[in-house]
């Protein structure tokens, strides 16, 4: 299965910065999506990430806020804009590595805002 | 829009016990559906997935099954260890949508 990594693990950021998660994988992959895991709560998808076209987002996510980039089938950026303290959480990435098979997980990105 | 409850959301155990992990999902309309278990601090790790046309799936000493009409799930996991202590998440992939969506999870801790 492919190996995912994401950088940074954490990081701790002031409010209305920006920053820009990287997300690595050790093979070509079709589908790259973005998650969210706020404190307490379970995982939310923010958008799916196929490269040569925008990206996907859900609803209540928009892409002034978390623009994503996929510029070829290993790598993809999330960036959290213009951050606040509720930005506060895990932003994990994951790929699929063919249609019908296991979706697998980065160790996610630990990300908290003063 | 489908939702997916986990019970029990935490489980404390000795060590040795066979558990039952329970996950139901509102749109049976499933691709398949995966079961995970999270570290504190860490990501997913995938354990076991089970298409829409199986009824379970084993790896070890998990077995998961799948009853997609009813939209159950079940994780069974034997002479559980200290080491299965984590957070087990349910999430079955939309066949519409493609899309997973998660429950809130199991928090297990399985006593030495």
């Known amino acids: 299965s492919a190996v995912i990594s994401q950088k940074p693990s954490r990081d701790i950021c002031q409010r209305g910065t920006s920053l820009t998660i990287q997300c690595q994988v050790d093979?070509?992959?079709?589908?790259m999506f973005w998650y969210r895991q706020q404190p307490g709560q379970s995982l939310t998808l923010i958008a799916t990430a196929n490269q040569g076209s925008e990206a996907t987002y859900e609803s209540g996510f928009v892409i002034d806020k978390f623009p994503i980039s996929r510029p070829n089938l290993t790598f993809s950026t999330l960036t959290v804009s213009n951050m606040s303290p509720e930005d506060s959480s895990i932003y994990l990435c994951?790929?699929?590595?063919?249609?019908?098979?296991?979706?697998?997980f980065g160790d996610g990105t630990r990300l908290s805002i003063l | 829009k489908q939702e997916v409850t986990q019970i029990p959301a935490a489980l404390s155990v000795p060590e040795g016990e066979n558990l039952v992990l329970n996950c139901s999902f509102t749109?049976?309309?499933?691709?398949?559906l995966q079961w995970f278990r999270q570290d504190p601090g860490k990501g997913l790790t995938s354990l076991l997935l089970i298409q829409s046309s199986q009824r379970e799936q084993t790896s070890g000493r998990l077995n998961a099954s799948l009853d997609k009409s009813s939209g159950r799930s079940t994780l069974y996991i034997a002479a559980s260890q200290p080491g299965d202590s984590a957070t087990y998440l349910c999430?079955?992939?939309?066949?519409?949508?493609?899309?997973?969506?998660f429950g809130k999870g199991t928090l297990l801790t399985v006593n030495p």
């Open positions: 994951s790929v699929e590595d063919s249609e019908g098979l296991p979706q697998h």
């Open positions: 093979s070509q992959v079709t589908m």
């Open positions: 999430a079955p992939l939309g066949g519409s949508n493609y899309k997973l969506t």
């Open positions: 749109d049976s309309a499933i691709y398949n």
